[in-house]
């Protein structure tokens, strides 16, 4: 029986559930009502895997392809539909956490400690959220549905040591939540050590009439070892033992919500920070150390009226204020440099009866004024018709990505005269959901991207002179039927960019009976252009390679012992060309569970 047979065998017997996404729309709604293209990644999903990063559950999401530099921890970029990796947006629990300097979100350190569910978007998103939803949307959620507690201490190969809890406590008019974990990683080469606290922690209290107030915050620490470096002349890598980067990442915010009959408001209040350190006492061109700081300021109204025959109505205001401070041994590059950024925008999300059908449409538009380039308007539309288990959708929209402040105003090569990068993107897509939950969906795509920035060899300076265009396909299909389940992932690209594969995918297959649980995941990247780490710097083909993980559980009443091989065809392989990947290794732990 081949693969989709698996994923495709079906059962009736279970209900569907629908699940309720945030991100697509400036309003709650469910994956089988949503024009849009949405993947849903839930804490089970997460547990399955026993998936210690994020990223390790985004490379199995149609559309996305993950490049990590080496070992956990280091810098890891995401790609969303053959973009460049800055035309993601990033959000926590709904705050924006892109950084400003260059733009980007490194997800090398993305724990998913505490994470409840991650909403994966494709398609441009500037009509909602502006700058940087160029590609598509990722929101990562910590709101526990229930109280209780769990935890996980496991141990494995070449030094990991990772132990998490958590908890919380819901009630009608209280959800305090909180999680804690520490991670230690000797890595797979001299100084490729690795450790990282991360924290979450979430207070909301909910009054009557539908009233609410909270506090939410993040916290994660790092300290990363550098292996390689190059030397003099730049014709090799050499070891590098004293070659260190650490650092600090954080969110904080404060949302309000209020419902008063057909009215209703968001009010966030939110700030996002940043701050790197670099440090090597043995480059060859003498001590090098750079500490880089990058703080964003954010508030977010939202105010949204139900219309009646015009379905609801979301219209509302943002303000952003980013600062960058950039100090090496040498002096300052950056030096509190700003950007500031005013917007305001609508959305009308519609649903129409259609005898035994029904119509889905989501319109809306955004306005940006930037202070260092002026504005920017970013229309959307997208429409699903809905028969039964059916749904076909289609949808059109513009974004954009304004300048970093790096970008614009870094010593020698930044140009205050940048515009915005601006892309325009269609799609059409079919889903079916079966009576079990399992689903099947299939994309096509096509975007353009002009004045792109990038690196002018004739000036030395950041321009506007960059063309490209992406267009593939992506296919999914997801399954949870009696003691079987599954995923299945794939992505085509039309004549992709650097480090962007044209085939890559995954299947993730399990099995569960009486208790023992065992998983297999087999992801593989196609071959992809790259470019060479040492002089001349010229572009090179990057080989194929497929990497297998095998997970098996044991539930017990409140305790799940596991044993997880990581790699375990030993691929040697390098997800971008000069930084040898992870090889085998094996893990071993226990979570704990306990649900009120």
């Given amino acids: 029986m081949n693969v989709f047979a698996i994923l495709l065998f079906l059962a009736t017997q279970q209900p569907v559930t629908d699940t309720i996404v945030v991100t697509a729309s400036a309003l709650p709604e469910s994956v089988e009502s949503t024009p849009a293209a949405v993947t849903v990644v839930t804490k089970s999903d997460i547990d399955e895997r026993e998936a210690l990063d994020v990223a390790d559950v985004l490379r199995d999401v149609p559309g996305l392809n993950v490049s990590r530099t080496g070992d956990s921890g280091h810098a890891t970029s995401l790609f969303t539909r053959g973009a460049a990796s800055t035309h993601t947006l990033v959000m926590w629990n709904g705050i924006e956490i892109n950084n400003p300097y260059f733009s980007g979100y490194d997800w090398g350190r993305f724990s998913t400690a505490g994470v409840e569910q991650v909403e994966v978007v494709r398609g441009p998103y500037s009509s909602l959220y502006g700058s940087e939803a160029v590609a598509g949307v990722v929101n990562v959620l910590t709101m526990p549905k229930r109280s209780g507690g769990s935890g996980v201490v496991e141990t494995g190969g070449h030094g990991l040591r990772n132990g998490n809890v958590e908890g919380s406590l819901v009630s009608a008019s209280q959800l305090v939540s909180g999680s804690l974990e520490r991670r230690e990683d000797n890595g797979f080469a001299a100084n490729d050590d690795f450790a990282q606290t991360s924290a979450n922690a979430l207070w909301r209290w909910t009054a009557r009439p539908n009233f609410s107030l909270g506090i939410t915050g993040r916290y994660t620490s790092y300290n990363l070892g550098i292996p390689t470096n190059l030397n003099a002349d730049l014709s ?133 004024d930037f202070d260092t380039f002026g504005s920017q308007v970013s229309p959307r539309v997208a429409a699903a018709w809905i028969d039964g288990a059916e749904k076909v959708r289609a949808a059109f929209g513009e974004a954009f990505r304004a300048p970093s402040i790096g970008e614009l105003y870094f010593p020698f090569s930044g140009n205050r005269n940048l515009n915005p990068e601006r892309s325009r993107s269609a799609e059409i897509g079919y889903d079916h959901t079966f009576a079990t939950g399992s689903q099947i969906s299939a994309t096509a795509f096509r975007s353009t991207y002009r004045d792109l920035i990038t690196f002018d060899n004739a000036t030395f300076l950041f321009a506007n002179i960059g ?130």
């Fill in 236 to 368: 090799a890598l050499v070891p590098s033992i004293h070659r260190r980067q650490n650092g600090t990442e954080s969110q904080f915010a404060l949302p309000v919500s209020q419902t008063l009959g057909g009215f209703g408001y968001d009010l966030t209040l939110s700030e996002a920070r940043n701050n790197d350190r670099f440090t090597d006492p043995d480059d060859p061109f003498g001590t090098v150390s750079s500490q880089t700081t990058s703080t964003t300021h954010r508030a977010r109204l939202a105010t949204r009226t139900s219309a009646g025959i015009f379905g609801t109505f979301v219209a509302g205001a943002e303000w952003a204020r980013a600062e960058v401070t950039d100090v090496n041994n040498f002096g300052p590059n950056l030096d509190h440099n700003r950007r500031t950024e005013k917007s305001l925008f609508a959305e009308d999300r519609f649903s129409h009866a259609l005898g035994s059908s029904r119509l889905e449409v989501s319109a809306g538009a955004r306005y940006d």
């Fill in 467 to 596: 063309r490209a265009t992406a267009q593939g396909v992506e296919l999914g299909a997801s399954h949870s039927v009696g003691a079987m389940y599954g995923s299945l992932s794939y992505t085509w690209l039309d004549k992709p960019l650097p480090r962007r594969p044209r085939n890559s995918g995954s299947i993730f297959l399990g099995y569960r009976a009486r208790g023992l649980d065992t998983n297999i995941e087999v992801a593989r990247t196609g071959s992809r252009a790259d470019v060479l780490p040492v002089s001349p710097f010229g572009e090179i083909t990057n080989r194929a390679y497929t990497t297998v993980d095998i997970n098996v559980q044991k539930h017990l009443d409140r305790i799940t012992p596991f044993v997880k091989l990581e790699n375990a065809t030993n691929q040697r392989y390098q997800a971008v060309a000069g930084y040898p990947s992870p090889v085998r290794r094996a893990i071993v732990g226990v979570r704990f569970n306990f649900e009120r």
